[in-house]
């Protein structure tokens, strides 16, 4: 099968991460999600720590008057120290390489919008039902269930900023993506089935290794 790649959004705690992680254990795949700021890290000489800093954050909210949005990849790079948005650029173009070598799952980082000129790619975002969402990250995290729900709203505020403010979509709507869907309905073993069954039905052939 020629390359492709499965871009996937996510809402915090309903399970993206981990159908991504199925998805690419199932097709034989490369996986990138915090791998990316490891590979922008070894690519620009910077150390992982200064993109993770940012990564998927909205701190670059206070230098919005000084700099020039990244929308449609022809901006310039801001002047001086090291911007938030040169770090994504420098982000972005660790996404397209590894893009251009194998096929790949993205988790997060804008890498729909990276990839939008990408011959064959499948975009999906993947949310849940708020209990479950509070349910898995009070697992993943140690914590209380008000703690998880203001960790879900912070998340998901931050990782809309950044979409938005990264690309010309808006995150989380559904004119955005291939497919939206709720992994509450399936579960997480199902809901990484039938978006696999998806990504073979829009490329057209069996994404089988």
């Not at 991460?17 to 690419?24: K, S």
């Not at 982000?91 to 980082?109: D, V």
């Not at 709720?182 to 829009?202: D, H, M, P, W």
Request: proline share 3%; with cysteine.
């Amino acid at each position: 099968m020629k390359p492709y790649v499965i871009n996937i959004g996510r809402s915090l705690g309903s399970g993206g991460r981990a159908i991504g992680q199925l998805l690419a254990k199932e097709l034989g795949i490369a996986y990138f999600d915090r791998e990316i700021l490891h590979l922008a890290a070894r690519q620009s000489g910077l150390c992982p720590e200064v993109f993770a800093r940012r990564d998927e954050r909205n701190r670059f909210l206070h230098t919005l008057g000084n700099i020039i949005p990244f929308v449609g990849g022809s901006a310039p790079y801001a002047t001086g120290e090291l911007s938030d948005e040169n770090l994504f650029r420098i982000q972005a173009e660790a996404i397209r390489e590894a893009a251009a070598k194998e096929s790949c799952i993205f988790i997060g980082r804008c890498a729909d919008y990276v990839l939008r000129d990408h011959p064959r790619c499948v975009n999906v975002f993947i949310t849940a039902d708020l209990p479950d969402r509070i349910r898995r990250v009070c697992q993943l995290a140690g914590c209380s269930e008000k703690e998880a729900r203001q960790r879900i709203e912070k998340g998901d505020r931050e990782r809309a900023s950044f979409y938005n403010f990264y690309s010309s979509r808006r995150w989380g709507n559904a004119t955005t993506y291939h497919l939206c869907i709720n992994s509450s309905v399936l579960g997480i073993e199902r809901t990484a089935a039938f978006v696999r069954a998806f990504v073979e039905e829009k490329l057209g052939e069996s994404a089988a290794p």
